[in-house]
């Protein structure tokens, strides 16, 4: 059995910032992903605040994409509302934003390995035949469960929330629509952003009912089926690759907050607390459990992890909660509606009360 004293499981922008953060405070960690050079479905733009905390730890945003976001567009039935964001924003793939962290982590002298973690008790790590026992753990994994700390099946809810992804190929004309731009489509019991990433194409992620997905049918009869009732949406979609990927992802437990913690065990990211995709923070709170994880481990050991659990989820309840009630309204029969009443003012003020504090 091997021992470290502090182990991250996955190499997600939490694990790294956490990584980065430990290293740098002259902590030995070991970070241990499943997938050296995975595209994970989940978290595609980075915010303002997120890239604060990337320039915090030593990470250029240039290095990840060039071009910025500086206005959100969204649409509801014929309706459409834009707005300027707080500041500017980047889209960028999690294969360029993961490999770009994991190397400041590796240059930082955190330990890298490539693993799949099959169980977790306590703070020790099942790793194929072999274990890695630590003073503290780190859990990083998104939002895959590992087994011995998955999420309670209630988070998912009665009608649980899936995840679709999809690229469209670069072309001018793609460049032309979305350039400087993340567009929001919203529909019945579901909605879709969509933002140009650093190679010039456009990563199309949707939250969709279950409900949703099984009365289409499958993936691709629910695009079709999109495709007919929102036309701009349908514009869009008709540039992707029939024979393309949609990657997808079960149960998301959008709204969940992980409230109670234990010694050793610092729960990060999506494994602390899932916020719905719409407000565009989901980096931002895996970013910022990171760094405040690794700063509260630096201080007061394995011991502080409780406590510092307790305190992140409290510092998670606003975000969550306003964004909670912007995803009801954006999935509901209403939003068209909303939409229309809605001054783009407000799009600003639900930005900012859906950020994390600084």
Same mark, same amino acid.
Not at 136 to 160: N, Y
Not at 235 to 240: E, Y
């Given at each position: 059995?091997?021992?470290?004293?502090?182990?991250?499981?996955?190499?997600?922008?939490?694990?790294?910032?956490?990584?980065?953060?430990?290293?740098?405070?002259?902590?030995?960690?070991?970070?241990?992903?499943?997938?050296?050079?995975?595209?994970?479905?989940?978290?595609?733009?980075?915010?303002?605040?997120?890239?604060?905390?990337?320039?915090?730890?030593?990470?250029?945003?240039?290095?990840?994409?060039?071009?910025?976001?500086?206005?959100?567009?969204?649409?509801?039935?014929?309706? @459409?509302?834009?707005?300027?964001?707080?500041?500017?924003?980047?889209?960028?793939?999690?294969?360029?934003?993961? $490999?770009?962290?994991?190397?400041?982590?590796?240059?930082?002298?955190?330990?890298?390995?490539?693993?799949?973690?099959?169980?977790?008790?306590?703070?020790?790590?099942?790793?194929?035949?072999?274990?890695?026992?630590?003073?503290?753990?780190?859990?990083?994994?998104?939002?895959?469960?590992?087994?011995?700390?998955? $999420?309670?099946?209630?988070?998912?809810?009665?009608?649980?929330?899936?995840?679709?992804?999809?690229?469209?190929?670069?072309?001018?004309?793609?460049?032309?629509?979305?350039?400087?731009?993340?567009?929001?489509?919203?529909?019945?019991?579901?909605?879709?952003?969509?933002?140009?990433?650093?190679?010039?194409?456009?990563?199309?992620?949707?939250?969709?009912?279950?409900?949703?997905?099984?009365?289409?049918?499958?993936?691709?009869?629910?695009?079709?089926?999109?495709?007919?009732?929102?036309?701009?949406?349908?514009?869009?979609?008709?540039?992707?690759?029939?024979?393309?990927? @949609?990657?997808?992802?079960?149960?998301?437990?959008?709204?969940?907050?992980?409230?109670?913690?234990?010694?050793?065990?610092?729960?990060?990211?999506?494994?602390?607390?899932?916020?719905?995709?719409?407000?565009?923070?989901?980096?931002?709170?895996?970013?910022?459990?990171?760094?405040?994880?690794?700063?509260?481990?630096?201080?007061?050991?394995?011991?502080?992890?409780?406590?510092?659990?307790?305190?992140?989820?409290?510092?998670?309840?606003?975000?969550?909660?306003?964004?909670?009630?912007?995803?009801?309204?954006?999935?509901?029969?209403?939003?068209?509606?909303?939409?229309?009443?809605?001054?783009?003012?407000? @799009?600003?003020?639900?930005?900012?009360?859906?950020?994390?504090?600084?």
């Amino acid at each position: 059995m091997r021992r470290t004293p502090a182990l991250i499981v996955g190499g997600g922008p939490a694990g790294s910032a956490a990584a980065i953060r430990l290293a740098r405070g002259g902590t030995a960690a070991v970070l241990v992903e499943r997938q050296d050079d995975a595209d994970a479905l989940c978290g595609g733009f980075l915010s303002w605040r997120s890239l604060d905390r990337l320039a915090a730890l030593g990470v250029d945003a240039d290095r990840l994409n060039r071009a910025r976001l500086t206005e959100v567009t969204l649409f509801a039935g014929d309706l @459409i509302r834009e707005a300027r964001l707080p500041r500017p924003a980047l889209g960028v793939s999690r294969r360029r934003l993961d $490999r770009v962290l994991r190397d400041a982590a590796d240059r930082a002298g955190a330990v890298i390995e490539t693993s799949h973690v099959r169980a977790i008790d306590g703070t020790t790590a099942q790793i194929g035949e072999m274990a890695i026992t630590a003073d503290a753990l780190f859990l990083a994994t998104g939002k895959h469960d590992v087994r011995g700390l998955a $999420r309670p099946a209630t988070a998912r809810g009665s009608d649980p929330t899936l995840g679709l992804r999809l690229r469209l190929p670069a072309s001018p004309a793609l460049s032309r629509t979305l350039a400087g731009r993340i567009e929001l489509h919203l529909f019945d019991r579901g909605y879709a952003g969509i933002a140009l990433q650093e190679d010039g194409s456009a990563n199309v992620c949707m939250a969709v009912h279950r409900s949703r997905l099984h009365a289409a049918g499958s993936p691709a009869e629910l695009l079709a089926l999109l495709a007919q009732q929102s036309p701009r949406l349908g514009d869009r979609l008709a540039g992707r690759d029939p024979a393309g990927p @949609i990657d997808a992802i079960a149960n998301v437990p959008y709204g969940w907050r992980q409230r109670h913690g234990s010694a050793g065990l610092f729960r990060l990211g999506d494994q602390a607390g899932v916020i719905p995709s719409l407000a565009g923070e989901g980096m931002g709170i895996a970013l910022a459990s990171g760094v405040s994880a690794a700063d509260a481990y630096l201080r007061g050991g394995p011991a502080a992890a409780a406590a510092w659990q307790r305190d992140f989820a409290r510092s998670l309840a606003r975000p969550m909660a306003v964004a909670g009630m912007v995803r009801r309204l954006a999935e509901s029969p209403c939003a068209a509606g909303v939409l229309r009443w809605l001054p783009p003012a407000l @799009i600003q003020v639900v930005a900012h009360a859906t950020r994390m504090a600084p």
